[in-house]
């Protein structure tokens, strides 16, 4: 597949008859296949007697009508298939050219019966599921069409349900219908469209109010804003505004040698989702973790993954790991990560619960159901599989060090790895293209032994690698692992001129340490008056209140 956007001059590849009629100035402008599934949702309802309801005929009603829907040109059928396995011809319409020169052709395919969202299940998703594979090979890509309550469920759900995807599936709704003057229907489907028309994000996606998100990472945050999404703990994937802007170091590409497939089941009826508050009683846990058939918990906790201290919380939580039911530990907190920060969080990992780090509620628990639908994966498989990244829905941190020693660095830690190794071979050339190619400041970031890049420089004997990080801003003042500053290690390891470089540039001791270093290096003089003024360019002071990885 061609990866990449207009601006870069490789527009989405299309295997049909790219070129369809002459645009305003004679060229030949290329269309892009996109089906429309319509599943329902506020987008396509019309008032009732008892307020919103789901109603049909979308294309005819919303569609031909609209310039920037339909250019006017004579309908063609495109061959859809059904849920029967038969192949139909849907009535299509196109937009006018864009800006990229390129139409958007696209059928709709409507569900029967349309849904209020807030009615889908795990048998809607798979259907949504099995429309995509049949039409995999007849479309570019898939806009879904979807009432918001349920959207991000949706939207997880089939992240998880589909592997090795090649094209982009948008799902988006609206807030207010399309029969509404007022509406952001419009908008949100004509954005998808020319998303999905010009654009080859391989990814489950959920745009809404022109942002573009990962859909295991996007929760509906506003029940009445147009802005009524957005994904907390990860950047959206793009915008689109006059220009439509992705951000292609974001976007997850398939990377096995695998074919496109979809999982059709999800165990929905052995999961369940409990949100803890203060005073809640053993016994409810309990009454849930009871359920016949109960074999994954979604445990909502406080802040940073914290419940109740009370050992018979605790006991009743422990005999459900011990039952084999799949507990995973998610914040309540809109945004932030569970992790091992305080001692409550940490008993409940002991006990066997599984940190979900920073997943929303939605992704945990259809990633759950996912993987409890897949015979082949043992309660051990799937405990390790629910604190891992599979679709990008969570993000692996310091966490990974804690539950899982043996998975993949994250990319950061593998940076500071490379960044270590190169210091100690005193190699500056590597250490040079390891910065280059970071697009973050690695120079105030801890590796795996707790120690920055500075620390360890100050024990080098090459001292242009020490100068080179305080020139670009390395913090003089971070501790490491052991609360120790990069001058304490100069010093401790006796290299004056590592100490006088440092002191230049703003370091110093604690009193108590000071002691220790005239132990080790006689000659200096260790008063802390003495300490020289800044010489070093552009510096910043970070902040000494920082958590260090520990293992
Ligand atoms: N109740 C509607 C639904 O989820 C809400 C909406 O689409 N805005 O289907």
């Known amino acids: ?93 196109r937009t006018p050219p864009s800006k990229h020169a390129r139409r958007i052709r696209y059928a709709i395919l409507e569900f029967n019966p349309l849904l209020d969202s807030s009615s ?78 010009h654009y080859m994000v391989p990814e489950v996606c959920l745009f809404f109010n022109h942002r573009l998100f990962r859909g295991n990472r996007a929760t509906k945050s506003n029940a009445h804003d147009f802005r009524a999404f957005s994904s907390p703990n990860f950047n959206s994937l793009g915008k689109v505004g006059i220009s439509t802007n992705i951000k292609w170091n974001l976007v997850n590409r398939p990377s096995t040698l695998a074919p496109f497939s979809v999982q059709t089941s999800l165990s929905t009826a052995h999961v369940a989702c409990l949100r803890i508050f203060p005073g809640i009683l053993p016994e409810m846990i309990e009454g849930i973790l009871a359920l016949e058939n109960l074999r994954g918990l979604v445990l909502e906790t406080f802040g940073a993954g914290n419940m109740p201290e009370d050992e018979r919380l605790m006991t009743v939580l422990r005999k459900g790991v011990d039952n084999g039911i799949v507990i995973v530990n998610v914040t309540q907190c809109i945004t932030g990560s569970v992790s091992p920060l305080y001692a409550s969080g940490t008993a409940l990992a002991r006990a066997g619960i599984v940190f979900g780090l920073d997943m929303t509620t939605e992704a945990a628990l259809t990633k759950l159901s996912c993987l409890l639908a897949k015979p082949e994966l043992t309660v051990t498989d799937i405990r390790r599989q629910m604190s891992l ?60 032994s707790g120690n920055t890049p500075l620390h360890l420089a100050s024990t080098c004997r090459n001292i242009d690698i020490l100068r080179d990080f305080l020139s670009q801003g390395a913090s003089v003042h971070l501790r490491n692992g052991d609360g120790r500053t990069p001058l304490f290690l100069a010093a401790d390891a006796g290299i004056e001129v590592n100490v006088s470089l440092l002191r230049e540039s703003g370091a110093h001791l604690h009193t108590e340490e000071v002691e220790h270093a005239k132990l080790k290096l006689k000659t200096l003089k260790w008063d802390q008056e003495s300490v020289g003024s800044l010489q070093v360019p552009n510096k910043v002071l970070y902040p000494v209140t920082c958590t260090l990885p520990r293992c």
């Open 1 to 93: 597949p061609a990866y990449g956007s207009p601006q870069h001059g490789s527009p989405t590849q299309s295997s049909f008859p790219t070129f369809d009629g002459p645009g305003e100035d004679g060229h030949s402008v290329a269309e892009s296949r996109v089906l429309i599934i319509m599943t329902g949702g506020t987008i396509c309802m019309r008032m009732g007697k008892d307020g919103y309801v789901p109603a049909t005929g979308f294309l005819d009603a919303y569609l031909k009508p609209r310039p920037s829907f339909n250019d006017g040109s004579p309908t063609k059928c495109l061959p859809v298939m059904t849920d029967d396995e038969t192949e139909v011809m849907l009535e299509s319409l």
């Open 120 to 197: 889908i299940n795990a048998k809607g998703w798979g259907e949504i599921a099995k429309s995509i594979k049949r039409n995999y090979t007849l479309f570019d890509a898939f806009v879904i069409l979807h009432g918001t309550d349920s959207l991000a469920y949706t939207s997880s759900a089939l992240s998880f349900m589909i592997s090795n995807l090649g094209k982009s599936i948008i799902l988006t709704g609206s807030q207010a219908p399309m029969a509404e003057l007022h509406n952001d229907a419009t908008d949100n489907l004509l954005g998808s469209l020319i998303i999905a028309g």
């Open 389 to 448: 990244s599979l679709r990008g829905e969570l993000t692996e941190q310091s966490a990974t060090s804690f539950s899982h020693p043996n998975s993949l660095l994250p990319p950061k830690l593998s940076r500071l790895t490379a960044l270590a190794y190169a210091i100690k071979k005193g190699d500056q050339k590597s250490i040079s293209s390891v910065l280059k190619e970071s697009n973050e400041f690695l120079l105030n970031e801890f590796d795996y």
